[in-house]
């Protein structure tokens, strides 16, 4: 059977790399079948980070510092209280510069700003809730992102490159047979894209089973009745989505005929 010449694309490819992405390998000129592995897996979050910003201006720049202390050390005994998860807080270096803003047209000082930017994750959403219930949030204390993740990340990462690597070389074989060839030897394997040189541009690739949406979320839900409402305001509730990984590893196998 004559060599395969073309480059033959698996069922089982599904994304493609960014086209942004560094080429990290090349097309070799003998006949050879390139491949995609995929391996994805949906989990539930099991840490809630929150992050906040607590700011202050003052013309007299020691004042607004002291409030900015007087505040972190109050955030920090909530995270303490909820039991942050350990070595997550992190609390940045003070930020001190001008403030200005603008009237009739030309930019006047109002004083200094001080700002200081706190983090911390949680093991529950109940205890990220129970801090932003006593935090009393206003212009000087303000939560700036929540984001839910899961704490064994690196670890299931490398476990998908494992699952999307195997996924290739079943693929290159199955297509070898498929076409009356064999697979000789892996010429190259990657988590980048290779260079394409078949008119088909990175980026291109049919993307399967997706709508277009993400399944990393965390949202905030409820409510504060109208003014004229005697009626108390409606608890706050949150809610975490879950979180879907996916790791893509790219390989060159070198073929020849079956014969």
Same mark, same amino acid.
Do not use: H
């Given at each position: 059977m004559k060599l395969l010449s073309a480059l033959l694309w698996s069922s089982l490819l599904a994304t493609m790399a960014p086209s942004a992405w560094a080429q990290a390998n090349t097309i070799p000129s003998q006949p050879h079948l390139l491949v995609k592995g995929q391996g994805t897996r949906t989990v539930m979050p099991d840490r809630f980070g929150l992050q906040l910003n607590i700011e202050e201006t003052d013309?007299?720049?020691?004042?607004?510092?002291? &409030? %900015?202390?007087?505040?972190?050390?109050?955030?920090? !005994?909530?995270? @303490?209280?909820?039991?942050? /998860?350990? $070595?997550?807080?992190?609390a940045d270096n003070l930020r001190i510069g001008p403030a200005t803003r603008y009237e009739q047209n030309r930019q006047v000082f109002i004083g200094t &700003? %001080?700002?200081r930017q706190l983090r911390a994750s949680f !093991?529950?959403? @109940?205890?990220?809730?129970? /801090?932003? $219930?006593?935090?009393?949030?206003?212009?000087?204390?303000?939560?700036?992102?929540?984001?839910?993740?899961?704490?064994?990340?690196?670890?299931?990462?490398?476990e998908l490159k494992g699952e999307a690597a195997a996924r290739t070389r079943e693929s290159a074989q199955g297509l070898a047979k498929a076409?009356?060839?064999?697979?000789?030897?892996?010429?190259?394997?990657?988590?980048?894209?290779?260079?394409?040189a078949y008119g088909i541009q990175a980026g291109q690739w049919p993307q399967s089973g997706e709508d277009g949406g993400s399944l990393d979320r965390i949202s905030v839900t409820g409510g504060y009745p109208a003014k004229a409402a005697?009626?108390?305001?409606?608890?706050?509730?949150?809610?975490?989505?879950?979180?879907?990984?996916?790791?893509?590893?790219?390989?060159i196998f070198l073929i020849s005929d079956g014969t």
């Open positions: 013309m007299d720049a020691d004042a607004a510092r002291r &409030r %900015v202390q007087d505040n972190v050390a109050r955030v920090l !005994a909530l995270f @303490k209280q909820n039991k942050a /998860v350990e $070595g997550s807080v992190r &700003r %001080v700002s !093991a529950s959403v @109940k205890a990220m809730q129970d /801090v932003l $219930g006593a935090l009393k949030a206003n212009e000087n204390v303000q939560v700036s992102s929540m984001a839910p993740t899961y704490s064994g990340e690196v670890g299931l990462r490398r076409y009356g060839t064999q697979v000789r030897s892996l010429y190259s394997i990657s988590d980048v894209a290779p260079d394409f005697p009626a108390p305001a409606a608890p706050e509730s949150i809610e975490a989505g879950p979180i879907t990984y996916t790791e893509n590893v790219y390989a």
